[in-house]
C-alpha cells in the first residue's frame, strides 16, 4: 500500500443525487437497501467537526454514507483539511477490523476518489457522549472500550508484530500528517498559549484560565506528554478516541471516527475515553433537575471509568499471554518456567507505565476541551455560563492535579476517589 | 524522496577495473584523483562485516569507495542482505550533513545502482577501537563524538522540526528493515537465548553464559531496552555508533557506517559508543605488556567517557536553548520569564532519561558483544583465553549491573567509580 492519495480531480462533495447514483452502482451496498434508488431517502446527518455524513434508508434498510470534506466544517472552508483522511480511516478499519470484532461498524465499501466510506447504520445506538449528557445508561460501554483499545492496540503493537510490519504500519500512517497537526496544534499547544481559537466560559474562568497559560509547571508536563505523543510509536492508534467517537446501545459498543490514526502511545486511545468520562463526570451538576440530582449517575460514570481501566488491563495483559509472537519481548526469551516471574513482572510494569500515560493524555484532553478551539456538549449544553463554569473549573483543577502531581494517581481507586475532592461544583 | 530501491540489475560487485570506469566517469572525482586511470591504485581494505571498501589513489590524492554487497561478508552468500543499505547510510549522510560541520567525511558521489558511494579518504585517521587496542591517545574523540551525537540528534529531533519533516524522516527510514532486523535479532534477542549465530569464550565462560541465560530479571530489562529500541522514534540515530564506526587521528574524529540510520531512541547512540569504549576499558589488562600495564590509559579511557557525556549534555541543551524550533516543548509554550525554571527542569528531565537510556543501551550492546554473533577485536585479540575470558567476565558482570540495578547508577561518578568494583580482571 503506497502513502495515501485521493481522487483528485474526482473528488466531489455527494449531494443526494450523487449520492444516491453512487450508491445505486454498488453491488454490496443496492440489497441492503432494496427497492430503487429513487425510493432511497436521504437525510445528512454531520454533527461532527469534519465531514459529510448521510443516513440512506431504502425499504430494506439503510446505511451511513461518510464523506470527508476539503475544510475543517466547524471553521469553514478558511481551514482546509486534506481529505487524504478518509483514506487513513480506511487504512485504520482495515488494520484493526481482524482483530476487534463487532467492535466497528460494518464497511460496506470505500470509494477512493470521492473520500467516502458506506458502513453499517447503527441502530438504535447513540453517540455515547449525548447518551452521558442524558443520564442514559450503557452497561457495556466501559467493558466494551476497554477490550477494544486492548485488541486494536496490542495486535498493532511489536507484542504481536513482526516489527516489519510495524514498520510498514508506521510508514503509511504517517502520512497522516494533516490530522495529527490538529491534535499537535489543538490538544498539545494552543490550549497553553493565547491563541484566536480558543475560547472559554468567559469571564468567570478568565483568571483560572489566565493561570493556567502562567503556570509552567503545567505547560512543562503538557509539553512533556506532546513529546510522548509525537515519539512513542507503541501501536496504531485511533486518535480521537473521546466520547463523541463511540456509538452505544444497552447492548453494545461500537467505535467510530479513525481519521486521526497514526503510530503512536497506546495511552492517548485511553487517556481520550477515560478524559472523556472525567469531563463528563465534571459536567454532570449542570444536568441536574428536580427529579434526577445525577448522583447516582455519577457513580455509574465512575465504575465504568473503573471498568474500562481494569477490563483494558486485563485483556491487554491476557491478549499478550496468549500472542507474543511479536519482537518486543520474544517468548523465546522467556520460555522456562523460572523466567515466569520476571516476564510477569516486565508485563506489570509495562501496563503500569500506559496507566500513567492514559492519566497524563487525559489531562490534556481534558483542559483542551475548557479552553481550547473545540469545546465539548458536555459542558456546552449547560446553558447557565456560572453553572457551566463551575463544572468547567472542576475538571480544570483535577487536569491539573493529574499533570502536576501525577505521584498522586498509582491505582484507579487513587483516581477516583480524588474527584469528590477536586473542584466538585455539586459540593 | 520514496522509499528506497537499489538498482536491480545494474548492480554488480566493483573489481578494480569497474572501479576505475566509474571513478574516471565522475567529474567530480577525476580531478582528486590525478593523472589517468590506469594510474590509479586500487586496493581493497574492507575489514567490516557487510561491504566492499576501497581505497583508490591517483597523483594528486585519494578517495575511499564503499559498495554495500548482497550478503553479510563475514558470514558469506549464505546470509543474504539487502543492497539498499547504501541507499540509507547516503540519506542519513545527507540528514545530518547540514549539522554535524566535519565530524563525517566529505561524499563525493554516491551511485544508486552500484550501491556504493565516493568519499574522503581519512589519512591519517586509524578507526577508534583499533587505536584503542594500540593504547594511542586521541585527545578529542570523547568531545567529538558527544558533539556528533547531540548534533544529530538534535536536529533530526522534534525539538527541532516541525513534526512532519521528522514523520517524512520517519516514514522513509522505516524501510531499512533489514538492517534494523539485524539489531534486533543480533542485540536484543540471540545473546539471551540459544542460537547457532551465538559464541563465547568456551569453557571459561560457559557457566556465566549458561547463567545469563537463565536469568530472568536480566533478560526482562534487555527486552524492555528492545522494545524501546523499537518504539521510541526520538531521532534519526545512526544506529552502530560503535568504536568501529569512529575514525581518528590526534586532531579530530569521524563519524562512518551509518548504514543502521533510523528513527530511534537517542539514547542507543549514546549507549553504542559509550559501551564500546567500556568494553575497551575492560580489555585493557588483555593488552598489558612489561612496559605498559595500561593503567594510565584505562584512566584516559573513562576520562573520555565522562567527557563523551559531559560535551553530549552540555551541546544538546545548548542546541535546545538555541533552536527550540520543533513541536516538541514548543517555545511558543514558554516565551515568558517565569516559564524558564519549570522549562529548565523540563530540559534536564529529558537529558537525565537519555542519561539513563545510554547506560541501558550500552549494557545490551556490551553483553551481545561478548556472547553474541559479532563479537570486538578489543576482546579477539587478547589470545591467551582464560585471560580473554577474565576480561570479558568483567565487562558482563558490569552490564549485569547497568541492566539489573539502574538505580545505582544516576550519574557519570556513580558509573565510573563502580568500573574497577566490578569484575576487574587487573586487580
Given at each position: 500500500m503506497?502513502?495515501?492519495?485521493?481522487?483528485?480531480?474526482?473528488?466531489r462533495?455527494?449531494?443526494?443525487d450523487?449520492?444516491?447514483?453512487l450508491?445505486?452502482?454498488?453491488?454490496?451496498?443496492?440489497?441492503?437497501?432494496?427497492?430503487?434508488p429513487p425510493?432511497?431517502?436521504?437525510r445528512?446527518?454531520?454533527d461532527?467537526n469534519?465531514?459529510?455524513?448521510?443516513?440512506?434508508?431504502?425499504?430494506?434498510?439503510?446505511?451511513?454514507?461518510?464523506?470527508?470534506l476539503?475544510?475543517?466544517?466547524?471553521a469553514?472552508?478558511?481551514w482546509?483539511m486534506?481529505i487524504?483522511?478518509?483514506?487513513?480511516?480506511?487504512?485504520?478499519y482495515?488494520?484493526v477490523?481482524?482483530?476487534?470484532g463487532?467492535l466497528?461498524?460494518?464497511?460496506?465499501?470505500?470509494?477512493r476518489?470521492?473520500c467516502?466510506?458506506?458502513?453499517e447504520?447503527?441502530?438504535?445506538?447513540?453517540i455515547?457522549?449525548?447518551?452521558?449528557?442524558g443520564?442514559?445508561?450503557f452497561?457495556?460501554?466501559?467493558r466494551?472500550?476497554?477490550?477494544y483499545v486492548?485488541?486494536?492496540?496490542?495486535?498493532?503493537?511489536?507484542?504481536a508484530?513482526p516489527f516489519?510490519r510495524?514498520?510498514?504500519?508506521?510508514a503509511?500512517?504517517?502520512?497522516?500528517?494533516?490530522l495529527?497537526r490538529?491534535?499537535v496544534?489543538?490538544?498539545?499547544a494552543?490550549p497553553?498559549?493565547a491563541?484566536?481559537r480558543?475560547?472559554h466560559?468567559?469571564?468567570r474562568?478568565?483568571?483560572q484560565?489566565?493561570?493556567l497559560?502562567r503556570d509552567?509547571?503545567?505547560?512543562?508536563?503538557a509539553?512533556r506528554w506532546g513529546?510522548?505523543f509525537?515519539?512513542?510509536?507503541?501501536?496504531?492508534v485511533h486518535g480521537?478516541l473521546?466520547s463523541?467517537?463511540?456509538?452505544?446501545?444497552e447492548?453494545?459498543s461500537?467505535v467510530i471516527d479513525?481519521?486521526?490514526a497514526?503510530?503512536g502511545?497506546i495511552g492517548?486511545?485511553l487517556?481520550?475515553?477515560?478524559?472523556?468520562?472525567?469531563l463528563s463526570?465534571?459536567?454532570?451538576?449542570?444536568h441536574?433537575?428536580a427529579e434526577?440530582?445525577?448522583?447516582?449517575y455519577?457513580?455509574?460514570?465512575?465504575g465504568q471509568?473503573g471498568?474500562?481501566?481494569s477490563?483494558f488491563r486485563?485483556?491487554f495483559?491476557?491478549?499478550w499471554?496468549?500472542n507474543?509472537?511479536?519482537?518486543?519481548f520474544?517468548a523465546?526469551?522467556?520460555?522456562?518456567?523460572?523466567?515466569?516471574?520476571a516476564?510477569?513482572?516486565?508485563r506489570?510494569?509495562?501496563?503500569?507505565?500506559l496507566f500513567?500515560d492514559?492519566?497524563g493524555?487525559?489531562?490534556?484532553?481534558?483542559?483542551?476541551?475548557i479552553?481550547?478551539?473545540a469545546?465539548?456538549?458536555?459542558?456546552?449544553?449547560i446553558?447557565?455560563?456560572?453553572?457551566r463554569a463551575?463544572c468547567?473549573?472542576?475538571?480544570l483543577?483535577?487536569?491539573?492535579?493529574?499533570?502536576?502531581?501525577?505521584e498522586?494517581?498509582?491505582s484507579?481507586?487513587?483516581v477516583?476517589?480524588?474527584?469528590?475532592q477536586?473542584?466538585?461544583?455539586s459540593?
Amino acid at each position: 500500500m503506497t502513502a495515501a492519495a485521493n481522487g483528485g480531480s474526482a473528488y466531489r462533495p455527494l449531494d443526494h443525487d450523487s449520492l444516491r447514483q453512487l450508491l445505486a452502482s454498488l453491488d454490496e451496498v443496492r440489497p441492503l437497501l432494496g427497492g430503487r434508488p429513487p425510493e432511497w431517502r436521504v437525510r445528512e446527518v454531520g454533527d461532527g467537526n469534519l465531514n459529510l455524513v448521510f443516513f440512506v434508508t431504502g425499504p430494506a434498510g439503510s446505511v451511513c454514507v461518510k464523506q470527508a470534506l476539503p475544510y475543517v466544517r466547524v471553521a469553514g472552508p478558511s481551514w482546509p483539511m486534506s481529505i487524504d483522511r478518509a483514506f487513513y480511516e480506511n487504512a485504520y478499519y482495515q488494520a484493526v477490523a481482524p482483530h476487534v470484532g463487532g467492535l466497528i461498524p460494518r464497511i460496506y465499501h470505500y470509494q477512493r476518489e470521492l473520500c467516502c466510506t458506506v458502513m453499517e447504520r447503527l441502530s438504535p445506538h447513540v453517540i455515547l457522549r449525548l447518551g452521558l449528557i442524558g443520564g442514559r445508561y450503557f452497561p457495556t460501554v466501559g467493558r466494551d472500550i476497554g477490550e477494544y483499545v486492548a485488541r486494536a492496540s496490542f495486535f498493532t503493537s511489536d507484542l504481536a508484530l513482526p516489527f516489519e510490519r510495524k514498520f510498514d504500519g508506521l510508514a503509511l500512517f504517517a502520512g497522516n500528517k494533516p490530522l495529527v497537526r490538529i491534535t499537535v496544534d489543538l490538544v498539545f499547544a494552543d490550549p497553553y498559549r493565547a491563541s484566536d481559537r480558543n475560547r472559554h466560559t468567559t469571564p468567570r474562568l478568565d483568571s483560572q484560565v489566565a493561570a493556567l497559560r502562567r503556570d509552567g509547571p503545567l505547560k512543562a508536563a503538557a509539553a512533556r506528554w506532546g513529546e510522548k505523543f509525537l515519539c512513542e510509536a507503541q501501536a496504531l492508534v485511533h486518535g480521537d478516541l473521546h466520547s463523541g467517537s463511540v456509538m452505544v446501545s444497552e447492548a453494545e459498543s461500537r467505535v467510530i471516527d479513525p481519521e486521526f490514526a497514526f503510530y503512536g502511545p497506546i495511552g492517548f486511545d485511553l487517556g481520550a475515553f477515560f478524559g472523556n468520562l472525567l469531563l463528563s463526570w465534571y459536567s454532570q451538576p449542570g444536568h441536574a433537575t428536580a427529579e434526577d440530582d445525577r448522583t447516582a449517575y455519577r457513580r455509574w460514570i465512575l465504575g465504568q471509568a473503573g471498568v474500562f481501566w481494569s477490563t483494558f488491563r486485563e485483556r491487554f495483559l491476557a491478549l499478550w499471554a496468549a500472542n507474543a509472537t511479536g519482537d518486543a519481548f520474544p517468548a523465546s526469551l522467556f520460555a522456562a518456567g523460572s523466567d515466569a516471574a520476571a516476564l510477569a513482572s516486565a508485563r506489570e510494569a509495562y501496563v503500569n507505565r500506559l496507566f500513567s500515560d492514559m492519566l497524563g493524555f487525559a489531562a490534556c484532553k481534558m483542559i483542551r476541551r475548557i479552553v481550547g478551539f473545540a469545546h465539548v456538549a458536555d459542558f456546552e449544553t449547560i446553558s447557565d455560563p456560572d453553572r457551566r463554569a463551575d463544572c468547567e473549573a472542576g475538571a480544570l483543577a483535577m487536569a491539573r492535579e493529574l499533570l502536576v502531581r501525577p505521584e498522586q494517581f498509582r491505582s484507579m481507586e487513587e483516581v477516583l476517589s480524588a474527584l469528590p475532592q477536586v473542584g466538585d461544583a455539586s459540593e
